[in-house]
């Protein structure tokens, strides 16, 4: 699943990335432009209701973040699979290259370097990723969005 996320919009689309997504942020898309991504079959998300005869564009409802993920997690538009959590970077959206140790050696602080398993870094920015306490974290915050999200189920 790729995405294209307008403005109102820019924490989800750092979340979406978090979570593995290809997502492209654009604060003020131009129409062509997102008839274009939809085309090519780029899930268009919007806060703007005028927007919505776009083919496949979805109107997010909520203003808070967990709660707009339950609803794309609802819609079957996103999964969450833990292998795919922190492999692209939050900024430019590529996947991350794994690289080694050494490798990162004058790019992280020590205490990191001695205490995490493995690292990987953004092929463009540079930026240097380990999985960390953070992890933990955001098991637990998933866990909360899908029994949000099951719960506002219809009961059946
Ligand atoms: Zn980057």
Redesign the pocket.
Known sequence: MQFLVDKMLGKLAKWLRILGFDTIYLEYPALPEIREQAAQGRIFLTRNRSLLHIPGAVFISSDHVDSQLGQLYRAGHIDFKEEMWFSR????N?PLTNVSNEEVDTLVPEYVRRTASSFAR??????VYWPGSHLNRMKERIGLIKLQAAKSLPAP
């Open positions: 970077c939050i900024l430019c590529v953004c092929p463009l920015c540079g930026k």
